[in-house]
Nanobody, 125 residues
Framework: QVQLVESGGGLVQAGGSLRLSCAASGRTFTVVYSMGWFRQAPGKEREFVAVISWSGGTIYYRDSVKGRFTISRDNAKNTVHLQMNSLKPEDTAVYYC?????????????????WGQGTQVTVSS
């Protein structure tokens, strides 16, 4: 089992930046896994934000964050990051880190087996 812990959320003004981090622990050394960031705003369904393959060679972003967000991972440190620039009020949500066994980047949330507790991101206008 892999445990995930997010950090880096907070309150920021529109146009500002935040960097989210997710640390994986547990059976990470025996498993190849892809990672993703998802978010859920009040009254809305959870949606994918960015996902990355095991190698880091394949990345997908949802259209609304392309050019503003960057996902990256460091397998040696079992971490994944989400750099968020030019933040907008509509980016306000709880952001979740997730992992799934396998090397491929996958955007469907139901394919992910491990989830962090979430970190709140609030962007004020």
């Amino acid at each position: 089992q892999v445990q995930l812990v997010e950090s880096g959320g907070g309150l920021v003004q529109a146009g500002g930046s935040l960097r989210l981090s997710c640390a994986a622990s547990g059976r990470t050394f025996t498993v190849v896994y892809s990672m993703g960031w998802f978010r859920q705003a009040p009254g809305k369904e959870r949606e994918f934000v960015a996902v990355i393959s095991w190698s880091g060679g394949t990345i997908y972003y949802r259209d609304s964050v392309k050019g503003r967000f960057t996902i990256s991972r460091d397998n040696a440190k079992n971490t994944v990051h989400l750099q968020m620039n030019s933040l907008k009020p509509e980016d306000t949500a709880v952001y979740y880190c997730a992992s799934r066994p396998g090397s491929s980047a996958v955007v469907a949330a139901d394919q992910y087996t491990n989830w962090g507790q979430g970190t709140q991101v609030t962007v004020s206008s």
